[in-house]
């Protein structure tokens, strides 16, 4: 029967050719695997392997020039988007994209990213969310949650010592320059086809010339939390969505229907969590 | 109309993260006790009722499953 079944016309799924036969160093179960792998299938799906150029951060995902099998530059720490702003100037017609993890994109690059943003650089950003520092041993970022622990912070984060968890997904799409915002996961495989979708809106945007698109990946680094991949998915759903809610923010150039942005920016709820 | 599937796992890639398991609506994976060259528990399949819906191929962290289906 196996082998009645086991044919190329047969086949269904595969990973995408996008992506190198270089084994990922990812921890087993990490995030980023997957959102690389979305990022190609988006790639793929829309044919602009050849016209496609990414951005690699440093972090966790440092070495993603390694895996995808598109042009890709290496920008200096926190400096991606101004790296990608250069390439989508000097050639308007390349689709370009950077991939950054919280670390990068909401700690040593906030100047860059909010610039970028509120020019409305027509880009598209891809941002890793798993609320630590994961490559250097996980210590605290500024989306580390109010309680949780980390290298830096073992009593927990302590909001007097060291201040409020940064929702920068939110505060990029109070800025005009911001087109598409949206908060995803791919921790499930529904939330995964959801990711995707947004990615690939993220890169039609662009060659629509629309303005910046934004997509939050809230993912596990279960290294840094110190559990198990599995266990690190329920506690990120536990604990990290209250916190970053999934869904679309900005949709088409206006803060998408039914969020509140004065709640979720000044207001500031907080869940405060226990590691 | 039912669909028969099948698997192909790159048991040398596979790190034995365990997140496709509990995501298969059919209980046919599961890690092996036997591990591959780096020392992971791999990915195998358990019994027959794949019905390819590939649920665990698009939540592999590391693309190691192909997935095959046949109408039946």
Not at chain 1, 24 to 34: A, E, Q
Not at chain 1, 97 to 111: E, S, V
């Amino acid at each position: 029967m196996a082998n009645d079944i086991v044919k190329p016309e047969n086949l269904v799924y595969s990973r995408t050719k996008v992506l190198t036969d270089a084994t990922m160093h990812y921890c087993p179960g990490c995030g980023h695997g997957t959102t690389h792998r979305i990022v190609a299938e988006v790639i793929e799906e829309l044919g602009i392997q050849g016209t496609t150029v990414g951005v690699a951060p440093v972090g966790c995902s440092v070495l993603a020039y390694n895996y995808f099998d598109v042009d890709f530059q290496e920008a200096a720490h926190g400096r991606a988007p101004a790296l990608a702003t250069a390439i989508k100037r000097l050639n308007p017609d390349l689709n370009v994209f950077t991939y950054q993890g919280d670390g990068d994109l909401a700690a040593i690059g906030t100047a860059e990213t909010v610039h970028a943003a509120n020019r409305g650089e027509n880009i598209t950003m891809v941002f890793v969310n798993n609320g630590i520092y994961g490559m250097t041993g996980g210590q605290m970022a500024p989306t580390t949650l109010v309680g949780m622990k980390s290298a830096t912070t073992p009593y927990g984060r302590c909001v007097e010592r060291n201040g409020y968890p940064l929702r920068i997904t939110e505060m990029l799409a109070t800025l005009p320059g911001t087109y598409y915002v949206t908060r995803q996961s791919v921790h499930t495989p529904a939330a995964v086809r959801k990711a995707k979708a947004a990615i690939k809106q993220a890169f039609l945007n662009q060659q629509n010339k629309k303005g910046l698109s934004f997509v939050e990946i809230v993912s596990n680094c279960n290294s840094g939390w110190k559990m198990t991949p599995v266990q690190a998915n329920k506690w990120m759903e536990e604990n990290m969505f209250p916190n970053y809610p999934i869904g679309d923010i900005k949709v088409d150039g206006k803060i998408a229907e039914g969020i509140d942005i004065n709640r979720l920016v000044v207001d500031h709820p907080l869940s405060v969590v226990n590691k | 109309m039912a669909f028969k599937g099948q698997i192909v796992v790159d048991t040398e890639r596979c790190k034995g993260c365990g997140v496709c398991v509990q995501h298969c609506p059919k209980q046919v994976i599961a890690l092996s006790k036997n591990v591959n060259g780096k020392g992971y528990n791999y990915l195998e399949t358990v019994n027959e009722d794949c019905i390819g819906c590939a649920s665990c191929a698009i939540v592999c962290p590391d693309g190691v499953i192909s997935v095959y289906k046949v109408k039946c």
